[in-house]
């Protein structure tokens, strides 16, 4: 049965990726629900170990892709919200693999910092084109990201392995993805023009956390 869901998965991502290519709004709203969820079933299928915060931040993305199908500031914010508790939720389960006394306060720092100047960065090229009263909401979204990337990070140092890597290289894809909506969605004239790089970057990191999760 997992493989049956990975499949619909599969093909969900492939029909949206051509809907994103062809700006096929239609296909693209038609296909998108289908990607989480059968995900998710994947995961529940193929996990030995079930986690209620894995299913629960699946289930919030799921949410946040249905919330942002919809144009407008307010669809948009209700969908960040959903992933801001998405990205909780793996920062919690991340948590609990992480051995605290590996962590050094070097490394802590320099994560930080890096995501810190990576938002800044971000959002000085595009706080022009942002509704002013969307600039700090979305700035504290996009470092709240960054801060499960810490942690998928902190995940790789405290238990060393390929799926701890599979995990964290998922949410830096999903830290792309992020970055790249704001550029789609805001800067009109940005040479990301459809959401092709924002849903295979967003698809493939989901996919990568799932696995290395289970």
Known sequence: ????????????????LYASLQKDKRLRNLSKPFIVMSLLGFYVQAASSISVMVILALIFSWIGDVLLMPKGNKWLTAGGISFIISHVFLILRYWQDVVFSKISLTLSLCLAGFFLLA?????????????????????????INGAMNCYAVFRCVSIPSKAAVITAVGAVLFFISDSVQFFVRFKKNSRLKTHFVIMLTYSLGELLIVLGLI
């Open 1 to 16: 049965m997992k493989y049956a869901f990975l499949a619909i998965f599969t093909i969900s991502v492939i029909i949206h």
């Open 119 to 143: 938002v800044v960065i971000i959002f000085s090229r595009l706080k022009k084109y942002i509704p002013k009263k969307l600039v700090y909401p979305m700035f504290l979204y996009l470092f």
